[in-house]
């Protein structure tokens, strides 16, 4: 099955997706479950839950700021709270019943944990993130997933719809979270796909630098 665990939605000041675009994009594209992972909040991965998804895995999801770089947190039950180490982050991370995977680790200018990956109890990490300027940032992943058995993830880190599932992850089948985060544990997940267009990125930064210029209506 195709899954995409690292998606904004308007939940994150960086995005202004509707949870419903989402869901509907996902569908289109064939994915058979994903993840809402906006920066240090979870109200996105919880309101999704009241719209209509049919078939579709919902994983709960956050992407947490530690002091040290991103973390994306799978399969949690309670807010992740922002800027503690990169250890007290995965902890917490680990006592809300989730797991935690290194978010574009080699990508510096996003804040990615680089090196340090290696000597933490990450479950996971991204070695196919779709938003990257030079294809380095995947290459070292990669090497680094390889040479320390770390489970390796896909994921698009899409910003706006068109972003789904450029990047995705495969797992063997399963209607479960439980079990769709046991694999990826146990390395049971290959990542799969390419680089989000140029143009699109710029074209949805304009996009939203205009929703945000717009005067409000009294």
Known sequence: ?????????????????PLENIIKYSKKIGLNAIAIT??????????????????L????GEEVSTSKGHIVALGITDYIKPLQSPEETIDEIHDNAGIAIAAHPYCYYRSGLGNITQSLDVDAMETKNSRYILGISNYLSKKVSNKN???EIGASDAHFVEGI?????EIPVTDSVDT????????KSTAHGKRTPMDLIIREVIRKKGHRTKPKEN
Request: charged share 30%; glycine share 6%; proline share 4%.
């Open 57 to 60: 895995l919902l994983i709960p």
């Open 149 to 151: 058995n770390i489970p």
């Open 1 to 17: 099955m195709k899954i995409d665990t690292h998606i904004h939605s308007k939940y994150s000041k960086d995005s202004i997706t």
């Open 165 to 169: 599932g450029c990047c995705y992850t």
């Open 38 to 55: 906006d920066h240090d909040e979870i109200k996105g991965t919880w309101a999704i839950r009241e719209l209509e998804h049919d078939d």
């Open 180 to 187: 769709l985060l046991k694999y990826i544990k146990k390395g």
